[in-house]
């Protein structure tokens, strides 16, 4: 009689979690620096606190492994303008000249320059600031941010997995910039980003990352045959890299729909899928793409909307 394989052990973890602290303290930290009350160093030791804070709590939820990279100063999106060098030409000489400050310029604009545009992020109250690209757009990788707080989240004694927003949504969600023709579409650009993911997927590994988390929440809305194909040539060739960490792409929001088999084909190493409300759809559509052989399923079962307590005997 031949034994059956162990089923693997199901373990807890969560897509990122809220930054601004029990009390708010990230937004008055923020403030005060805009208003000269707080200094550099207070406000990047009072964001230290509140991710040693986020983690350790997290730790003892007993969630396995936590998310790093999801913290921001102002907006996620543009953490990933930031870590694929697409400063807008208007405020490079504020980046260079201080690299907080030009970050807060990006956001809010100064005395010299407008800051980026800001737009709900999906269908939530939340608000993201859209990329600004066009055909002469020249990335670059800049993984500081995400492989400080990977380090960091890994001396604590946690086991980090790095969050990035996928370059499918972030393309997607971009605009053409000042000056490019409206109908430019920043998805054109996918080629010469991938090489920039790349190269931060190796900085990431370098670390000693194990897995890292690509979102790709754009791909739950009605896509195109050919933004489709796009994802699936972007996972394609990331996930045929012989140097990178184990990759997890992750949606939420909802149905990913005719996106779910082409992920579930892609050489990735696990799917991150929603459960919940509109979500529970993929259930069945996993089912029809043959499931996720050999793969890493993150089952979506919190709703993250739902402001009471979670009923895990009915969301498990």
Same mark, same amino acid.
Do not use: C
């Given at each position: 009689?031949?034994?059956?394989?162990?089923?693997?052990?199901?373990?807890?973890?969560?897509? +990122?979690?809220?930054?601004? !602290?029990?009390?708010?303290? #990230?937004?008055?930290?923020?403030? +005060?620096?805009?208003?000269g009350r707080v200094d550099a160093d207070t406000l990047r030791q009072t964001a230290a606190e509140l991710r040693r804070g986020t983690w350790q709590q997290l730790a003892e939820a007993g969630v396995h492994d936590v998310p790093t990279g999801d913290f921001s100063y102002y907006d996620h999106v543009l953490d990933t303008s930031v870590m694929v060098g697409a400063v807008p030409e208007r405020?490079?000489?504020?980046?260079?000249?201080?690299?907080?400050?030009?970050?807060?310029?990006?956001?809010?604009? %100064?005395?010299?320059?407008?800051?980026?545009?800001?737009?709900?992020?999906?269908?939530?109250?939340?608000?993201?600031?859209?990329?600004?690209?066009?055909?002469?757009?020249?990335?670059?990788?800049?993984?500081?941010?995400?492989?400080?707080?990977?380090?960091?989240?890994?001396?604590?004694?946690?086991?980090?997995?790095?969050? /990035?927003?996928?370059?499918?949504?972030? /393309?997607?969600?971009?605009?053409?910039?000042?000056?490019?023709?409206?109908?430019?579409?920043?998805?054109?650009?996918?080629?010469?980003?991938?090489?920039?993911?790349?190269?931060?997927?190796?900085?990431?590994?370098?670390?000693?990352?194990?897995?890292?988390?690509?979102?790709?929440?754009? #791909?739950?809305?009605?896509?195109?045959?050919?933004?489709?194909?796009?994802?699936?040539?972007?996972?394609?060739?990331? !996930? +045929?890299?012989?140097?990178?960490?184990?990759? #997890?792409?992750?949606?939420?929001? !909802?149905?990913? +729909?005719?996106?779910?088999?082409?992920?579930?084909?892609?050489?990735?190493?696990? /799917?991150? #899928?929603?459960?919940?409300?509109?979500?529970?759809?993929?259930?069945?559509? /996993?089912?029809?793409?043959? !499931?996720?052989?050999?793969?890493?399923?993150?089952?979506?079962?919190?709703?993250?909307?739902?402001?009471?307590? %979670?009923?895990?005997?009915?969301?498990?």
């Amino acid at each position: 009689m031949t034994a059956k394989p162990a089923a693997a052990a199901a373990r807890a973890t969560v897509y +990122g979690y809220p930054r601004q !602290g029990q009390n708010r303290e #990230l937004k008055k930290a923020v403030e +005060g620096y805009w208003k000269g009350r707080v200094d550099a160093d207070t406000l990047r030791q009072t964001a230290a606190e509140l991710r040693r804070g986020t983690w350790q709590q997290l730790a003892e939820a007993g969630v396995h492994d936590v998310p790093t990279g999801d913290f921001s100063y102002y907006d996620h999106v543009l953490d990933t303008s930031v870590m694929v060098g697409a400063v807008p030409e208007r405020h490079r000489d504020a980046v260079r000249a201080d690299a907080l400050d030009g970050y807060f310029a990006m956001a809010r604009g %100064n005395q010299d320059v407008a800051p980026l545009e800001m737009t709900k992020w999906f269908d939530t109250n939340y608000h993201y600031l859209v990329p600004e690209l066009g055909p002469d757009t020249v990335f670059t990788a800049d993984s500081t941010k995400q492989v400080a707080e990977f380090k960091e989240a890994l001396a604590l004694g946690h086991t980090p997995r790095p969050v /990035l927003v996928g370059p499918v949504t972030y /393309l997607l969600l971009a605009k053409a910039a000042p000056g490019v023709a409206a109908d430019f579409e920043p998805l054109t650009l996918l080629d010469r980003l991938l090489p920039v993911y790349a190269e931060v997927l190796a900085d990431l590994r370098a670390a000693g990352a194990e897995w890292v988390q690509l979102d790709e929440p754009a #791909l739950v809305q009605d896509r195109t045959p050919a933004e489709l194909n796009a994802a699936a040539r972007a996972y394609r060739e990331l !996930g +045929g890299l012989a140097d990178r960490p184990k990759l #997890l792409v992750a949606s939420y929001f !909802g149905r990913l +729909g005719e996106a779910l088999p082409v992920l579930a084909k892609a050489p990735v190493d696990g /799917l991150a #899928l929603d459960f919940t409300e509109t979500g529970a759809g993929n259930l069945d559509d /996993l089912a029809a793409a043959g !499931g996720l052989p050999g793969k890493r399923l993150v089952a979506g079962v919190v709703n993250g909307r739902n402001i009471w307590i %979670n009923d895990y005997e009915k969301s498990l």
